[in-house]
């Protein structure tokens, strides 16, 4: 408590919480948390998923208003009810999914509800152009406010995003995974902005997996475990060692885990599927890659390269316009998914949303993918919960339960379940778009595990990421991918995450 | 039951309608409204498979108009009327209708599933199509005849159910009519396909999150194609056993059915966004609608107030539903 009111020359803090605890349906979630954010600081917030950082933004962001303890703001106790309040309080938030409307302008996404209007009640166009320029040139950045928000990076759409809460008169930041979709440059690009409205004396409170970026632009850290704060401290005083020995509250692991790898391309291994100088006339062109039986191939590239175009094409969810696709030495061409399901090919997409039913119970969720296998004509429940609770046992799938709604199992456990829809019959072809990311460490750990395991029953995998971690540490040869083609490619031999980053 | 508040609106509008009336809650009157809710129960069958997938069919009654025309047209007609048609056999004129409605139903599915179009504004097309066909069928005149199954099914007596003996000491009857049969048989079927195949299981991850469906390799298009095609079938069937019914064949004659079908699927508590709901809801929501329009015939109001409170009373159902809905989701 003392360190914490000393850390900041004695400036009143901004933000203060006390004795925090919120409860749902009788399990924990926050258990008596105290939380300081002064004027001016980048307060990082760390911990593996559930560990509780998601649960006290939204108490913060006044999403959650049910919850025991003390919440003051200047020095004011403060109960916030909504969004609304919260923004009236200046907090203001940018979630890791963008609210962007890609259609509409940069400047219309900036004045979103609020643009200036004529004595007439028009839009004032000129005038919204014309603030919405001053307003992002204010961070730095120069940007045509009459482009549509689509046509940008990530980078700067989430800066856009960003400049709307300021524009609110946000004084409170919450970042939640800023620079998971961003690459190196774009994230210096963001730090610098963060820097700025730190030196304006903004505070921002900045979530995130990436302990590097955490450690490169906070002032202080904030480490949760099972919905306690385990410590805060000035960031000098922390390593990366340290931070994740907080986070996961064991002595070591592997800290370097994902930093380089050795690669074991073995060229005897039969060729599963090729793609040979394919292209989907937009984002892909001329890329070649070959998937060996028992081999983990992985394709790094930042996003935006056409990873997840090439993961699509490949599932037949994308017609390709050039080059030939060969699985098992045979040219073929998915026209629906249904086609490549078939055919042998799994896919799990990047967002796991994409492919799951949140309110149906986990054994239809596992069964939708095998039903014309188990079934002729007639559903047999029974036979889908006999198969799934295989499944729940060799996954270690949590709570171990067929008939509970998906929505209520936890991030990992859910992308244990969509991992578990392509297991029942091993396919040829398993392509993964994102594996772990934003899982915690140890569901992160099992399904490493499951995909490992799969490959030494010699299914053909690929694995595409944007993160080299992931890469690294699954792939026994790597692509990298730039701008749709192919920029490089290690069969053999050490790579590091520096060779990765290097190529892309 | 997926919802309860469907149940619970129906036993409050009988209880309601049966003080209102004496003439109401009788058994013979219950019968009543089972024969008038036929042929729409058949639409709703069809109905509720697209809904369940999320699409909507605007094109049933004008399917139904137009395939009651069809079976007519390969009909012998009296002389007196006066249509250029084209008898054949009873079973050929039949098999022509059912086909006619296929017909309409894969092109409905195409132009939604291949060209793209969205099934709103497809339907919409469709069902100025179907009424462009009975137009050119009929010309404004009016066939009386059809294949003698039709007609049995239509408006024939399966069976009488003995009730006792009446005011005169004769023995009394209440007719079952074929349509009530076969309206049960195409339920009865249409919730074993829903609840206990494949394809059903597929209807319901279609509806409940189409991406996710096709990400699980699911080839979604067929289902929603095939469902377009089954809910043009349906309303074919529902089409000729609806002009027997009605005893004549013309224009413009199911113009009331397109809403009615819409109704009671979505009242009985099926989501109009899909992958909720059933043929059990289904029926539910077809007893609400048939207790409320013959229920406002016993009761002694403004003919022309009818209307109105017609539509009152069908709103207060889906804010029910809706807000029961909302309490299931949240407790």
Known sequence: ?504 | MRNIAPVITLIALVIFFSFASSTFFTLDNAFNIIRQLSITGIIAVGLTYVILTAEIDLSVAAVANAIGITVAYFTIQPDYVNIANVPMQGWIAVILALLAALAIGLVTAGGITIIGIPSFIMTLAMMQIANGMSALLVRGQIAYSYPEIVTTLGSGTAFRIPIGVDAAGKAAFIPIGWTIIVCLAFLVAGHIVLKYTRYGRYIYMVGGNREAAEYSGVNVKLIIGSVMVICAMCSGVAGMLGVAYFGSAQQNQFDTFLLDAIAAVVVGGTSLFGGRGGIGNTIIGLLVLGVVNNGLDHIQIDSFLKILIRGLILLAALIINIYAQKLRESG
């Open chain 1, 1 to 504: 408590m003392t360190d914490e009111q000393s850390g900041r020359g004695g400036a009143p803090p901004l933000l203060e919480l006390t004795g925090v605890s919120k409860s749902f349906g009788g399990v924990t979630a926050l258990r008596d948390v105290d939380f300081t954010l002064y004027p001016g600081e980048i307060h990082g917030l760390v911990g593996e998923n559930g560990a509780g950082k998601s649960t006290m933004m939204k108490i913060i962001a006044g999403v959650h208003h049910d919850f025991e303890g003390v919440m003051k703001i200047r020095g004011v106790e403060t109960r916030l009810r909504s969004a609304r309040d919260a923004l009236a309080s200046s907090i203001g938030m940018v979630h890791q999914e963008l609210s962007i409307v890609p259609e509409l302008s940069v400047a219309e996404n900036v004045f979103l509800g609020k643009q200036p209007l004529t004595t007439l009640g028009i839009v004032d166009w000129p005038r919204m152009n014309r603030e919405a320029k001053a307003l992002i040139a204010s961070l730095g950045l120069d940007i045509d406010p009459a482009a549509a928000m689509g046509t940008l990076p990530v980078g700067l759409q989430q800066l856009v995003e960003l400049s709307r809460v300021l524009f609110s008169g946000a004084q409170i930041i919450i970042l939640d995974e800023p620079t998971s979709a961003l690459s190196p440059p774009e994230i210096r690009q963001l730090f610098d902005v963060l820097r700025r409205l730190r030196s304006e004396g903004r505070s921002i409170i900045f979530i995130s997996h990436f302990l590097d970026d955490v450690l490169a632009i906070s002032d202080r850290v904030t480490v949760f475990r099972n919905g306690k704060k385990v410590i805060t401290d000035e960031t000098r005083k922390l390593t990366k060692d340290a931070v994740i020995a907080h986070m996961i509250g064991r002595g070591s692991i592997d800290m370097h885990m994902g930093e380089d790898a050795m690669l074991a391309g073995d060229d005897s291994k039969p060729v599963v599927l090729s793609l040979e100088n394919v292209g989907d006339g937009r984002t892909l062109h001329d890329f070649s890659i070959e998937l060996r039986a028992g081999e983990i191939t992985g394709v790094y590239g930042f996003m935006g390269s056409g990873q997840i175009e090439l993961a699509r094409a490949l599932f037949g969810k994308l017609p390709l316009r050039r080059g030939s696709v060969k699985l098992d030495g045979k040219p073929v061409r998915f026209r629906s998914t249904a086609g490549a399901r078939k055919a042998g090919i799994a896919f799990l997409p990047e967002n796991r949303q994409m492919m799951l039913f949140r309110t149906e119970p986990v054994f239809k969720n596992v069964s939708i993918a095998i039903l014309d296998r188990i079934h002729r004509l007639l559903v047999k429940p029974a036979e889908e919960k006999r198969i799934t609770e295989g499944h729940i046992k060799d996954l270690q799938i949590r709570p171990p339960r067929t008939e509970i709604a998906l929505g209520s199992l936890s991030g990992g456990n859910q992308q244990k379940v969509a991992l578990a829809k392509w297991l029942t019959h091993l396919p040829k072809v398993l392509v993964l778009s994102e594996p772990t990311r934003g899982m915690d460490v140890g569901a992160k750990e099992d399904v490493i595990r499951i995909v490992k395991s799969l490959r030494d029953k010699g299914v053909a995998i690929l694995v595409l990421s944007a993160e080299p971690e992931t890469i690294l540490t699954l792939a026994d040869r790597v692509t990298v991918m730039k701008k749709g083609t192919v920029a490089r490619q290690f069969s053999s031999g050490k790579i590091e995450k520096a060779d990765l980053l290097a190529a892309a």
